[in-house]
């Protein structure tokens, strides 16, 4: 069981929007941990999407936004496109030990 | 960029050491993590080394279970089994952490492909 918490799966059309959600604790999102972003696209490596909560790597398309805000945060996929259909992992930093990383469950985003 | 070592298959209760060779950047001083994706299942934060003077660090769920090292000289990190379960069955990714104060992989590899059957 992941101490960060996603929605399993969503849908979306194309050209809609998609909010995923990831829920933490006061040990890490609500102790002012930043949440990063990655996609996973089928057989691939995860990429990383956002950082910081709201920021995007070069090349990441502005379709892709992050907020947080307390223990929650949200990425945000606006103008949904068929290349986006992949697994999306949140990811943050937990104060229960040193350096202790922790990944949500992943969240697989279809597009019909 | 980071290359990883080859798919492997291996019985249980044998050992391993699979790699991860680095590029394009000075290897010492940046944090090297790996992460396991069991088959179907999401992404599992196991632990990282600072090449730099080798300090590592672990999830509870890895400790003792696995050993994680690395190589200035060949600018390599390592992860290593001494005793390979079933359960050990996934794909592991190493990972480029971009700064001491940035919490997130900036960076993957394309990771390794482990089988552990009898």
């Known amino acids: 069981q992941s101490v960060l918490t996603q929605p399993p799966s969503m849908s979306g059309a194309p050209g809609q929007k998609v909010i995923i959600s990831c829920t933490g604790s006061?040990?890490?999102?609500?102790?002012?941990?930043?949440v990063h972003w990655y996609q996973q696209l089928p057989g691939a490596a995860p990429k990383l999407l956002i950082h910081g909560n709201n920021n995007r790597p070069s090349g990441v398309p502005d379709r892709f936004s992050g907020s947080k805000s307390g223990t929650s945060a949200s990425l945000v996929i606006t103008g949904l496109q068929a290349e986006d259909e992949a697994d999306y992992y949140c990811?943050?930093?937990?104060?229960?030990?040193?350096?202790?990383?922790?990944f949500g469950g992943g969240t697989h985003l279809t597009v019909l | 960029q980071l290359v990883q070592s080859g798919t492997e298959v291996k019985k249980p209760e044998e050992s391993l050491k699979i790699s991860c060779k680095a590029s394009g950047y000075t290897f010492r001083n940046y944090w090297i993590g790996w992460v396991r994706q069991r088959p179907g299942k999401g992404l599992e934060w196991m632990g990282m080394?600072?090449?730099?003077?080798?300090?590592?660090t672990y999830s509870p769920s890895f400790q003792g279970q696995v050993t994680i090292s690395a190589d200035r000289s060949s600018n390599t990190a390592y992860l290593q089994w001494t005793t390979l379960k079933a359960s050990d069955t996934a794909v592991y990714y190493c990972?480029?952490?971009?700064?001491?104060?940035?919490?997130?992989?900036?960076?993957w590899g394309q990771g390794t492909l482990v089988t552990v059957s009898p």
């Open positions: 990811q943050s930093r937990d104060s229960i030990l040193t350096d202790f990383w922790i």
């Open positions: 990972a480029r952490r971009p700064g001491d104060f940035s919490n997130y992989f900036v960076e």
């Open positions: 006061s040990s890490n999102l609500g102790a002012n941990f930043d």
């Open positions: 080394i600072y090449p730099g003077d080798s300090r590592t």
